[in-house]
């Protein structure tokens, strides 16, 4: 099993080491959604190389939440406890497409 928080430690260590961004988190945000475009850009053209992006938007993510004093491992199992409660309806839009609406319930945050 992978230990999220050490990945985290070692993102950041590498950062340091070659003298990478540590501070601005604008930029961080811009750099993860350019490597989530260019993963796109791959998968839509069909072209290899898509999951080293999606790599590369994953490195972001630890990195930021490092910064940030976030533990990514931790948010991530109480987000998926949460979104597993979660009910939805299909509901039509206008154009006649189907859409999954979130139903409010008692456990929503």
Do not use: W
Not at 74 to 83: G, M, P, T, W
Request: proline fraction near 2%; charged fraction near 40%.
């Amino acid at each position: 099993m992978v230990d999220l928080k050490k990945l985290q430690e070692e993102v950041m260590a590498n950062k340091v080491r070659h003298g990478f961004n540590t501070t601005d988190i604008a930029l961080e945000f811009c750099r993860a959604h350019e490597e989530l475009s260019e993963a796109f850009s791959k998968h839509n053209r069909g072209q290899e190389g898509v999951s080293e992006e999606l790599a590369d938007v994953a490195i972001f993510l630890l990195g930021m939440c490092e910064i940030l004093g976030y533990d990514l491992e931790k948010e991530l199992v109480r987000k998926v406890e949460i979104n597993t409660k979660r009910v939805y309806k299909k509901e039509k839009t206008p154009d006649g497409r189907e859409v999954l609406i979130r139903v409010k319930t008692d456990e929503d945050p």
